[in-house]
């Protein structure tokens, strides 16, 4: 939490938990508790002024080895961490962001096996803030991905197969282990309100000075 009030939330979960579908459910909600303006809704990789070059490799790019993803990664989250969510932050605004730090030790250290003490090197070297509430959608693998063959187009993450996308599951859920204080685990596979019912029981706890 920031000293002008802005509380910083993120969401993360493998690709097909419903990020997207509950960030806006979620930001809907708040914008009624704290009024126009008091939250913004924000995403990985991407949502800045040059972020959607960095996107396109990283979700189009062909022959980029998992050292080169983790540090565009980087490069893309310190430029939305300066342009649009510190920024927020100090006006006391709300930030929901999908994917963040977490995303990035889940699939580039369980994913694609770098070396978790060096990830988290990195990610410490850059000084991001950091979240008041992690909210992680926890889904099985097998059920994520049938909802992405239903929605289609795979990108390159995406694409990354079963085994891959479970090996990202399990980290999620040891990164939620490790920081029980900070991650609050909600089970995605049930239907979408259900799920958003859950999500605002969770951050209630924020939006009423609980947590």
Do not use: N
């Amino acid at each position: 939490m920031t000293s002008s009030g802005g509380r910083f939330i993120t969401i993360e979960g493998i690709d097909g938990s419903g990020k997207s579908t509950q960030a806006a459910k979620l930001c809907g909600w708040l914008e009624d508790v704290l009024g126009p303006g008091g939250v913004l809704r924000t995403f990985e990789p991407g949502d800045w002024d040059s972020g959607p070059l960095l996107r396109r490799l990283l979700l189009e790019g062909a022959g980029i080895t998992p050292r080169t993803e983790l540090l565009l990664f980087l490069a893309d989250r310190a430029g939305h961490v300066d342009a649009k969510i510190r920024p927020a932050l100090e006006k006391g605004v709300w930030v929901v962001c999908e994917r963040y730090t977490d995303s990035t030790l889940a699939y580039q250290s369980w994913g694609r096996d770098l070396s978790f003490e060096d990830t988290r090197r990195f990610l410490d070297c850059c000084r991001f803030p950091e979240p008041d509430m992690t909210l992680l959608l926890d889904i099985e693998a097998a059920a994520a991905a049938a909802r992405l063959e239903q929605r289609g187009g795979l990108d390159r993450i995406e694409s990354g197969g079963s085994d891959f996308m479970a090996r990202v599951a399990g980290g999620y859920r040891e990164l939620a282990r490790m920081s029980p204080e900070r991650f609050e685990v909600v089970d995605a596979g049930m239907d979408a309100e259900a799920v958003a019912a859950a999500v605002r029981g969770r951050v209630g706890k924020l939006t009423w000075g609980q947590r």
